[in-house]
């Protein structure tokens, strides 16, 4: 495997494993704390702070994507690589389920501990508001769809550069406001894998959407933005890099 592309995905694992630790580790360790609770908004703010933290810590290295609806809606807008989309998802898939694994073994070293939803996506019955598939469907398709979109505008030729991770952290932070009661907040199908593999019922069966919304939503941005952004179709930065690593 090239050493680019090796570093590329090291960088992807580490910051999926971050966003799922630090972001249902949140949900499951703090939410609902004894007398002092973080709640939803501090939850919100928790996967927010993981993308901000990791886009600055390893984003130069892989473009801090952590997140295979954010690798195909770039990837969408040209400005993804082929030969990077599936060694990236991958990574963030092991990564999710690492971090997904180690706040399992964290949280079950308190006695007492039920995984019960772990922090899991679901709709219908699993949905912590209890709302049904359609709306569930229809949540995540919008809501990464606007996530795509504000990345693709924060990071497109013109905007301010170096500040991209502010917006992008804060976008995901109003998503949370917005979709946790919902269905708790997914627009990753990594981030909803790799805890729905230690949650108790039947989370993993509802899985399926909770890959094929966002990826919709965010392939959907893509094309728009290619357009919107791009005047050439492909970013020129896409098509230097390509000519450099290929």
């Known amino acids: ?9 090291v960088a992807e694992f580490f910051g999926t494993a971050w966003l799922v630790f630090g972001g249902c580790g949140a949900a499951v ?18 996967f927010g702070l993981t993308v901000l933290s990791m886009a600055y810590a390893v984003g130069h290295i892989s473009g801090g994507h952590f997140n295979p609806a954010v690798t195909l809606g770039l990837w969408a ?27 399992y073994l964290i949280a079950s070293g308190k006695a007492g501990f039920v995984p ?6 679901g709709y219908g019955d699993l949905s912590p ?8 469907f229809v949540t995540e398709v919008l809501a990464t769809f606007f996530f795509l979109f504000i990345i693709l505008g924060a990071t497109s030729k013109g905007a301010a550069t170096g500040f991209a991770g502010i917006p992008i952290g804060l976008a995901l932070t109003l998503i949370h406001l917005i979709t946790i009661p919902v269905t708790n907040t997914s627009v990753n199908p990594a981030r909803s894998t790799g805890p729905a593999l230690f949650a108790e019922g039947a989370y993993f069966g509802q899985l399926w959407l909770f890959w ?4 919709a939503g965010a392939v959907a941005a893509g094309f728009l933005a290619r357009w ?12 230097v890099e390509e000519r450099r690593v290929g």
Do not use: W
């Open 1 to 9: 495997m090239p050493y680019d592309l090796t570093r590329r995905m």
């Open 29 to 46: 360790l703090s939410a609902a704390f004894p007398d002092l609770g973080i709640g939803f908004l501090g939850v919100a703010f928790a």
């Open 77 to 103: 807008a040209g400005r993804c690589a082929n030969r990077h989309v599936g060694p990236y998802v991958a990574a963030q898939i092991v990564g999710a389920v690492a971090g997904a694994a180690a706040l």
């Open 116 to 121: 019960a939803g772990f922090a899991s996506n």
């Open 129 to 136: 508001g209890k709302y049904g598939l359609g709306a569930c």
């Open 212 to 215: 094929l919304a966002p990826l």
């Open 228 to 239: 919107l952004y791009e005047a050439g179709g492909i970013d020129e930065t896409t098509v």
